[in-house]
């Protein structure tokens, strides 16, 4: 549960960052999500570049709706500030808070069902205005709290668990955010940490990372598995040393089904 916290074993040999704090200072509570959700992998990614920024506690506010990626604000950082807002509203928090003070780390958590559904509005404004803040997308293409509707992320043909068939079109979030003019928006997959947490660690402005996930019973969606080949793509046409996720990223956020827009997106300042 997360009420029950974690215990606090620090070997005196654990890294330290230049606060002098471990890894396990920007845990939060156990998770009380399903084994193996990717929604974890992202959360664990985010302790990663919290910890390797240096990013002191009580300078970092979360902030989330309603659904499986909003219960994850819990499981991080638990000496930052927090507020879990009502479905799909979570950036008008945002912006109030970031109206009052400046000077705070904003992170905001969401999902395909609370930011695409009903707050698909909010999410357009929160990129028009530009609010300095982390906007992450935890995307697995069903509502996941009540049992696995088809979300608005949903590709065509896909299957439920009852067997019922999705004909509705997605919303293809990447090139949403570029139409309304994002600082920074990025395609990513839960389970690959050496590319999201240089992305989440990307300091331009509104800052939205799209962590797709592998629902539990299911393939990878195609938008993730687009994202996750053309990364192995961009790795393998790489040396190690020269290889840059922020830039393997950049070839992940085009989307598959539209050649001609993808070629006047390829020239887009995403850095």
């Not at 156990?30 to 990614?45: I, K, N, R, V």
């Not at 807002?85 to 945002?94: D, K, L, T, W, Y």
């Not at 990364?231 to 830039?247: C, G, K, T, V, Y």
Request: glycine share 12%; aromatic share 4%.
């Amino acid at each position: 549960m997360t009420s029950i916290a974690k215990p606090k074993v620090a070997h005196p040999s654990l890294p330290r960052n230049e606060l002098g704090m471990t890894r396990r200072d920007y845990e939060g509570g156990m998770s009380t999500l399903c084994a193996g959700c990717g929604h974890d992998s992202t959360t664990a990614a985010i302790i990663e570049a919290a910890w390797g920024l240096s990013l002191r506690p009580e300078e970092l506010v979360k902030l989330s709706g309603i659904g499986c990626s909003s219960k994850t604000t819990a499981y991080f950082v638990g000496g930052a500030h927090g507020f879990n807002s009502v479905h799909g509203r979570m950036p008008s928090i945002a912006s109030g808070a970031n109206a009052a003070n400046r000077s705070l780390t904003y992170i905001g958590i969401s999902g395909d069902g609370d930011s695409l559904s009903i707050g698909l509005g909010q999410l357009a404004h929160a990129i028009r205005r530009n609010l300095n803040m982390l906007y992450i997308i935890e995307n697995n293409g069903v509502y996941g709290l009540t049992k696995g509707q088809f979300s608005a992320a949903a590709d065509v043909g896909s299957k439920s668990k009852k067997g019922a068939i999705n004909n509705d079109s997605p919303v293809d979030l990447v090139s949403l955010a570029l139409q309304l003019g994002a600082t920074f928006v990025a395609r990513s997959f839960s389970g690959d940490k050496a590319q999201l947490v240089p992305l989440m660690a990307h300091p331009v402005g509104l800052n939205l990372v799209i962590s797709g996930d592998v629902p539990m019973g299911a393939g990878l969606s195609s938008s993730a598995s687009l994202a996750l080949g053309l990364l192995r793509a961009a790795q393998q046409a790489s040396d190690a040393e020269a290889f840059d996720p922020i830039d393997a990223a950049v070839l992940a956020v085009l989307p598959p089904h539209n050649e001609a827009k993808n070629e006047a997106l390829r020239d887009y300042p995403l850095q």
